[in-house]
């Protein structure tokens, strides 16, 4: 399968420091999520996810915190993100809030200190299964394309002998590096 040709190269190209970034990404984001949570990994697994759509990293993250201590969703970001976010910190569970496929998983995978089969798909993710830069506006993501790109990097952290999580994340920070002027110009620049 072409895709997992594509992921492998990627993940193949990493360094010894990208490697380690991208295997610590999830124990670091779970951290973060504990924190922003309070001792709930899954209130702030769901703030950061909900505050990732077409949103950095570093950002995600500020929106998150912030929302986290006044207790009020931000709405300098995505109308749908906020509403969300307003019911997370409401009280209500994560999961029983978020719909959206990548969202969710990426919910998951941070609230799961990445142990998780489940790949969280975003413009990076896609952009280096069809090896090719493509911005979010240009991507129609689908359940089926969705599920096809997830079954690939399973596919290739098999062949690696690596979680799935880390192969996404390991190759993702590659991918970073070989395109900084996709990355935000503030800290860490995961877009998911």
């Known amino acids: 399968m ?94 029983d809030v978020i719909n959206g496929i990548k969202t969710r998983t990426f919910c998951e995978n941070i609230a799961l200190n990445g142990i998780s089969n489940n790949v969280t798909v975003d413009v990076h993710a896609y952009s280096i299964a069809i090896a090719k830069a493509t911005p979010s506006s240009q991507i129609k993501m689908g359940v089926r394309l969705y599920r096809e790109i997830e079954i690939a990097y399973q596919n290739a952290a098999k062949r ?17 590096d070989q395109h900084p002027k996709r990355a935000a110009r503030k800290g860490e620049a995961m877009v998911a």
């Not at 690696?160 to 970073?176: G, K, L, P």
């Open 2 to 95: 072409q895709m997992t040709r594509n992921i492998l190269k990627v993940y193949r190209a990493a360094t010894d420091a990208q490697h380690t970034s991208g295997l610590n990404w999830y124990g670091e984001a779970h951290d973060i999520a504990l924190e922003i949570g309070n001792g709930d990994e899954w209130r702030g697994a769901g703030l950061l996810a909900v505050y990732s759509p077409l949103t950095p990293w570093w950002r995600n993250v500020e929106l998150a915190v912030s929302s986290a201590r006044t207790g009020i969703a931000r709405t300098d970001t995505l109308g749908n993100s906020a509403r969300l976010a307003q019911r997370i910190l409401d009280g209500e569970f994560a999961l």
């Open 160 to 176: 690696e002998n690596v979680m799935e999580t880390q192969m996404q994340a390991i190759s993702w920070v590659v991918w970073r």
